[in-house]
């Protein structure tokens, strides 16, 4: 036998002898095993500070390997991770939205207190904004504070602001009546506006405080603060469709901004919804808000009130149709995952539109000589239904 044909045959051999190792060590990798090493392998990622790595692989985990132990103990990590990162985030978003809200009170007051020169309101500056990051800073620091509970006091303090000043103008409070040769009317000083901004930011930063105690979930708290505006924007719409005016129509603003406020949190409580699915339903109400202008458009309706009632019906429709759409099984935590559906339509107890991960995969194909053969390839499921 020629040493040509021997080193040939020697090369065949041990190319058997591998393509049977690996065969034999791919048919003895289960699922849970694969599962098992990406749950270690975040659990890396985690200790050397890529946790926003960590958490997209432990959502990759939990989706493709629903049954598996790994999947048990990643939602377990899961949750600690973002816990610890939503904790972070809420007590960045109140020491950050503090420091701004006193600084706006340092210029309001001086102006509640009638000031017309310069050097109040240099001061107000100089001790709003540093007292406002100093207290919530020192607040902060003696308490976890989540998104939710910062979002909380956020709205809290601008709807007491908001609220206070409407309230004002409708009931006319600190206007005073002035009379002259030429008859009586009303005056309302400049100190009252910002009187009333005042009190009410100061009972908001009270009310969010006491409210910032309890833990509310983030996706909670941003269906309350879709409420309140699209309660506002519906109480403004139904003043115009009745033809009202100046106060009347500012009082039908303020009370549907409340309405809608209240009316957000028993629905937050029974539906749970994510912060995603809260912002996408408020998406297709502003996209069938826009529609209803593009008809106003075509149409062009003569009366103002025709022109205001068609996007208030297609942005109702489009809000009903967006809640019905996402609305489904969010994650625990409260946030949306929807990068991390197991395919583009799933269909299960619900149905839902997602956006899978490509996942590597071996593909049948022929090679130059006819014969078939797997090839590495990325892989993306359309459509996954359960029943």
Sequence with gaps: MSLRRLVSSSIVCLSFHVS??????????????????????????????????AEELLEYLIQRYPGSPAATQARELLADLLGTLEERDGRVQFIVWNTLFFTWLGLATPAALGADEP?????????????????????????????????????????????????????????????????????????????????????????????????????????????????????????????????????????????????????????????????????????GGVAGLGIDLIVQPDDTETAVAIPTATATIGLIVGALTVRGKGRPDGRSSPDFQQAFLNVGDDVTVGFPLPFASALPSLDEHGRRRLRPALSVNLVSARF
């Excluded at 048919?27 to 749950?39: F, G, N, Y």
């Excluded at 908001?204 to 699209?230: C, E, F, Q, Y």
């Excluded at 506002?232 to 009745?242: C, D, K, N």
């Design 119 to 287: 050097e109040p309101f240099g001061a107000g500056l100089l001790i709003g904004a540093p007292v406002g990051y100093l207290a919530s800073r020192a607040f902060a620091s003696n308490r976890p504070i989540s998104s939710g509970q910062a979002g909380a006091y956020t709205l809290s303090t601008i709807w007491g602001t908001w609220q206070a000043m409407g309230w004002r103008a409708v009931l006319n409070i600190g206007e005073k009546e002035i009379c002259n040769e030429f008859g009586c009317y009303s005056d309302t000083p400049t100190e009252a506006p910002w009187t009333a901004a005042v009190v009410g930011g100061l009972a908001g930063i009270g009310t969010g405080l006491w409210l910032s105690k309890k833990n509310i979930p983030r996706g909670d708290m941003t269906l309350v603060d879709h409420g309140a505006l699209w309660g506002t924007y519906y109480g403004l719409a139904l003043g115009i469709i009745l033809n009202k005016e100046d106060d009347t129509l500012l009082a039908y603003t303020l009370l549907g901004g409340n309405a809608g406020l209240l009316a957000a949190v028993p629905a937050a409580r029974a539906w749970r919804p994510t912060r995603g699915q809260v912002r996408l339903a408020s998406v297709a109400g502003l996209a």
């Design 20 to 53: 049977m190792d690996t065969q034999s060590l791919q048919a003895q990798q289960t699922p849970a095993d694969t599962a098992a090493v990406i749950l270690e392998v975040a659990r890396q990622l985690r200790v050397e500070g890529a946790t926003t790595t």
